[in-house]
């Protein structure tokens, strides 16, 4: 079982990047997709998470109107386009899977089945 995030990389202030998350050992149908981040210094955050149940999308205040989740059960693949980036939005970046029957909320879980390596994202001018 392994989730691989990818896409990460360098890009100015309002620019724009698409974040991968690829899952190989089971099937993406059941589990909520979450993705977080973890900027240096500072404790991990959850960004954004994506349900199983009726591919509902949650995100943090700080996101919202800039990144978008979505999920493609036939390709395995969980996808964070995120545009109008900022400095702060500067982090390691990591997917994670949970059974969507176990738990009521992606947003407030904190049991996570799965946890990828991560990838990062800077943004700088």
């Known amino acids: 079982v392994q989730l691989q995030a990818s896409g990460g990389g360098s890009v100015q202030p309002g620019g724009s990047l698409t974040l991968s998350c690829a899952v190989f050992g089971f099937t993406l149908d059941h589990y909520d997709i979450g993705w977080f981040r973890q900027a240096p210094g500072k404790e991990r955050e959850r960004v954004s998470c994506?349900?199983?149940?009726?591919?509902?999308?949650r995100y943090v205040d700080s996101v919202k109107g800039r990144f978008t989740i979505s999920r493609d059960n036939a390709k395995n693949t969980v996808y964070l386009q995120m545009n109008s980036l900022r400095p702060e939005d500067t982090a390691v970046y990591t997917c994670?899977?949970?059974?969507?029957?176990?738990?009521?909320?992606?947003?407030?879980?904190?049991?996570?089945?799965?946890w990828g390596r991560g990838t990062l994202v800077t943004v700088s001018s």
């Open positions: 994506v349900s199983s149940r009726d591919g509902s999308t």
């Open positions: 994670a899977a949970v059974w969507g029957a176990k738990i009521r909320n992606c947003i407030t879980t904190n049991v996570w089945d799965y």
